[in-house]
């Protein structure tokens, strides 16, 4: 270990023995931590493993109890080492014979993972070591390698660092391999006999039998509860019609029983599209319902004659069979997969009837055809529970997705335009087949659904899948239903069935309305898209039960332009905010509920990127879509915040494309929409563009306080900043504050000059004195026009909740919060500067005149088009140091790098903005504060150009997650 290790990891002793205050230059890597899991917080142990994983040349896991759903959560960073040729060993107990047989099946497919068994003894330690080289770490607690120790469980494990030479790593090694020696390797024979105990021993287990389940004995869920308190509302106030929206697999049909049985209407009817999902309705109703009513189907094929009657949509809209029922005939009616209410034929029934209660029920209310949904059921939305909701409260099976990169042949990866004969080539039939393999199931009986993008593609891979010893069925929606329930039926029967059916492939038809709860694989072998049939494919394998223990999810990422609605279905983000889909990526497992895990391979990670980086995300066309969904489900014209509490897409979109949200709204010309002058329009396009983005707070206080006091002093807006988000107010910043909300620090072109927003549009905005401020009279004449009030104390609450979001006390530097992203204007605003510079004079940096900071912007991956004199390979040597370059046509005598290299007695700020490419946008992460590393000065020349290289000690080591994105090399 070098000199500068040592004193780094001597320092983050100092701190994570000594004193938690102490000021030295600490390196996150070293820094000894409490590993534990907190889904608030969005910390989980596996992610330590990971990191570590990631960096190691050996490895050593210790563990008394490992399941399938522990490997399933290392797998792919395990078989990345495998490729790599970095070898470790697996140490595991027969402890209570926790272990499961089919977990250490999965290990042995990695041939680069010695695996042994302690079968003496009650071996019951947990503990993983990592050679890094240079050092060890060691991680040493309680959490087995099982998901659930992972990534839920209240678990507590610390992670040290040593040297080479310390005396804990060798002890803990020392012990490791004595009990390895004495272990049994772990093999095919091996595990047969193991089986053998491990069954018997889970027999045990299962030993206190159940009470068998009575007929309408079922009790309502903690969910199902909550939903009915809010059905039961709306039933009592006397409304006539109601909207439930509910993942698929969180009970949606017995939550309707539930309530049919409380409310007992005399006449009730079920509609659906298809008379399979009708008989599993009535079914279910059974159970809750019992014998108290009479219950029959109403379909092609059946026409009962019962109180209560399940129906399908083709049947019931035939005039023969819809005029044998009065309007008023039923009491009760319940629509499932609501969705559909826009067709003909649904609309034909709904207006027909006019039950007492109409109920629809759906996993997915939005549309792109334009029906309002939320207007057919009078925005009457009960309840809502979507897909992470009810991962967290545990109602849905838990899922390990796979993002794998799809074949490359002859240099290029397939994609949606390949053709039919790429599609099915040998060479791709088999890597899908291998991946298909290797990541499994939780059991080893696979039962999978694959979807394809188109039917011959489904029939020749289910043709040669067959020929490779799998029992696989392709279908289509030419398959009748009849074939179709055969299908699942064989895809359901025991493992050693003669009849069994592995994988069902298919395009599109298995979507929804179809009920396999088996399932244990799904397969993407198609492009996403649309996020939402992406999650309806997902949910035909999360139903849970008894003996499932995880869904595998295996998506096949080519080069698709819709990539970026992986991320978006996955982490069941609707902001189309391009960063917070980044974060989401590089994240990956820690931004996933439950046990849930995700991990994308270097290339199909590749491939996200670049979709996100390349797609627009705020087409007019995208932008009115997700307007008009959320104003029918509100049932009025929606403001900023109304996106926020619905979860829907960043309004601040809506801002960036069209000058403000009030210029978006207005050019959809609505009848009810009040119009206001030019003049005012300005003023709250200014004020909503350049004060209340959310990236400083203080003029936003400001402006709050002016709308309800006639005059405001530093003093008020200090006591206001302080209270809310401890904050101190200094001199710079008040008078910054006062600039910013004049309008007077951005400017813009006007006459061929550039000038302040305030002079080209004529406004001016406050009196002020030294000691107060006010609004002009013409501008409180603007401010009292129609609804400008309500937009702008509109922009204000959504500036307040941005900032909320961004703040983080622990991570606030004098005025920026590390991490997150700021343009280089909001720079220089935060740094207090008396005008936005334009932006060829920054280049990468730039002092202010008074040399009180020097903001530094680096672009990491500079684009092909930058020229050679500029393109400095600026790279960061550790998540502490940063080799940084000068501009050009300098040297160790030029004013700016001596300004620079003097920081300490200059007293400058060198605070660091960084963006992975240009591909990014304006926006740069602040990665903290940097002082130059004294000797670490040298001139050099590139491109026959003058340039000085300083090497900068960053205060803030640069988070690890974010530290792999940036720097991560994209070929």
Not at 214 to 243: C, F, H, T, V, W
Not at 859 to 878: G, I, M, P, W
Request: charged share 25%; hydrophobic share 35%; with cysteine.
């Amino acid at each position: 270990m070098a000199e500068q290790q040592y004193s780094q990891l001597r320092e983050s002793i100092e701190v994570g023995f000594f004193d938690a205050n102490y000021s030295g230059k600490i390196t996150e890597q070293y820094l000894p931590q409490l590993l534990t899991n907190n889904e608030q917080q969005a910390k989980k142990v596996v992610d330590q493993l990971v990191r570590e994983l990631k960096q190691a040349q050996y490895f050593w896991f210790s563990v008394a109890f490992m399941t399938t759903s522990g490997v399933a959560i290392l797998k792919q960073e395990l078989a990345e080492l495998a490729a790599k040729g970095i070898k470790g060993k697996i140490l595991v107990s027969q402890y209570q014979n926790f272990t499961q047989p089919q977990a250490l099946r999965e290990i042995l497919k990695l041939p680069n993972v010695e695996l042994r068994m302690a079968t003496q003894g009650n071996y019951h330690a947990k503990g993983y070591l990592f050679d890094r080289d240079d050092n060890y770490t060691l991680i040493i607690g309680s959490s087995n390698f099982t998901a659930s120790a992972l990534t839920q469980n209240q678990e507590w494990n610390l992670k040290v660092v040593t040297t080479k030479a310390a005396k804990l790593a060798q002890e803990a090694l020392q012990e490791f391999e004595a009990v390895f020696e004495e272990a049994t390797v772990v093999d095919e024979a091996f595990i047969d006999v193991y089986e053998t105990i491990y069954q018997s021993t889970k027999t045990n287990w299962r030993a206190v039998v159940q009470p068998t389940e009575k007929i309408g004995s079922l009790q309502p869920n903690l969910m199902q509860k909550q939903a009915l308190r809010a059905l039961d509302r709306l039933y009592d106030a006397g409304e006539k019609r109601a909207l439930l929206v509910s993942a698929t697999g969180t009970g949606k049909t017995y939550l309707s029983a539930f309530h049919v049985q409380k409310k007992q209407p005399k006449r009730f009817l079920f509609l659906v599209h298809r008379e399979n999902i009708a008989r599993a309705a009535l079914q279910s109703y059974q159970r809750v319902l019992g014998g108290t009513v009479t219950l029959g189907m109403y379909t092609g094929n059946q026409k009962d004659e019962a109180d209560y009657l399940f129906a399908t949509t083709q049947t019931m809209t035939m005039d023969e069979h819809l005029q044998r029922f009065s309007p008023t005939f039923f009491d009760y009616i319940v629509i499932d997969e609501t969705h559909r209410a826009g067709a003909k034929s649904y609309q034909k029934i709904i207006d027909y009837f006019q039950p007492q209660f109409l109920l629809g029920m759906t996993a997915t209310p939005e549309r792109t055809d334009g029906f309002d949904i939320f207007s057919q059921f009078d925005h009457n939305l009960a309840y809502e529970i979507r897909l992470h909701e009810a991962l967290s409260q545990d109602m849905l099976s838990p899922f390990h997705y796979y993002g794998v990169s799809e074949l490359t042949l002859d240099g290029e990866i397939i994609d949606e335009k390949s053709e039919f004969n790429r599609l099915v080539v040998d060479e791709r039939v088999n890597y899908m087949h291998e991946q298909m393999q290797f990541y499994g199931c939780d059991d080893g009986e696979v039962r999978g659904l694959v979807f394809c993008s188109r039917n011959d593609e489904a029939q020749a891979f289910s043709q040669k899948l067959n020929a490779k010893g799998l029992r696989t069925l392709a279908l289509s929606g030419t398959t009748t239903e009849e074939k179709r329930q055969e299908a699942i039926e064989r895809l359901e029967l025991p493992h050693n069935h003669s009849d069994k059916l592995d994988y069902l492939l298919s395009v599109d038809i298995f979507n929804e309305g179809i009920d396999i709860p088996a399932v244990n694989q799904v397969v993407m072998l198609r492009p996403t898209q649309s996020a939402i049939i992406f999650v309806q494919q997902l949910g035909r394998g999360l139903r849970k039960t008894k003996d499932k223990e995880y869904l595998t999810v295996i998506d096949f990422i080519g080069n698709y332009a819709n990539n970026f609605l992986v991320p978006i279905a996955l982490f069941g983000d609707k902001s189309y905010n391009k960063d917070r889909l980044r974060q989401l990526v590089v994240k990956g497992t820690n931004s996933m509920p439950s046990t849930c895990s995700v991990h994308f391979d270097e290339i199909a990670k590749k491939q996200i990127f670049t979709a996100i980086n390349q797609s627009n995300l705020q087409t007019r066309k995208r932008l009115v879509e997700d307007y008009r969904l959320l104003e029918y489900q509100l049932g009025y014209q929606p403001l900023m915040m109304d996106f926020v509490r619905f979860g829907a897409r960043d309004p601040y979109q809506y801002v960036d494309a069209n000058k403000s949200y009030y210029h978006f709204v207005k050019s959809l010309k609505q009848t009810n929409f009040y119009a206001l002058s030019e003049s005012a329009e300005e003023l709250l396009r200014g004020w909503q563009s350049e004060v209340c983005n959310g990236v400083r707070i203080s003029e936003v206080i400001l402006l709050e306080l002016l709308l309800v006091h006639d005059v405001v002093t530093k003093t008020m807006v200090a006591e206001q900043l302080q209270q809310q988000y401890e904050l101190s107010l200094s001199e710079a910043e008040w008078q910054s504050c006062l600039l910013n909300c004049e309008l007077k620090f951005v400017r813009e072109k006007h006459e061929k000059q550039l000038v302040a927003y305030a002079q080209k549009y004529n406004l001016l905005i406050l009196e002020k004195d030294d000691q107060q401020v006010a609004f002009t009279d013409s501008i409180r004449n603007l401010i009292a026009e129609g609804d400008f009030k309500k937009w702008l104390l509109d922009t204000i609450a959504y500036a307040h909740y941005c900032y909320k979001q961004r703040y983080n006390p622990e991570h606030e530097r004098e005025g920026f919060i590390l991490q997150q992203k700021y343009t280089r204007k909001d720079v220089f605003r935060i740094l207090n500067w008396q005008e936005n510079p334009v932006a060829q004079n920054v280049g990468g940096y730039m002092i202010n005149p008074e040399k009180t900071n020097c903001p530094i912007f680096v672009t990491y991956h500079k684009a092909e088009t930058v020229s050679e004199t500029s393109k400095y390979e600026d790279q960061f040597l550790s998540e502490s140091v940063l080799e940084w370059y000068s501009k050009n046509g300098r040297t160790l005598a030029s004013n700016d790098v001596k300004t620079i290299v003097s920081t300490d007695e200059e007293g400058l700020r060198l605070p660091l903005f960084v963006k992975k490419s240009d591909d990014e946008g304006l926006d740069f992460y602040y990665l903290g504060d940097m002082k130059p590393i004294p000797g670490k000065v040298e001139p050099m020349t590139i491109a026959g150009k003058n340039v000085v290289q300083i090497h900068m000690h960053l205060q803030d080591p640069v988070d690890e997650k974010l530290y792999e994105y940036l720097t991560s090399v994209e070929e």
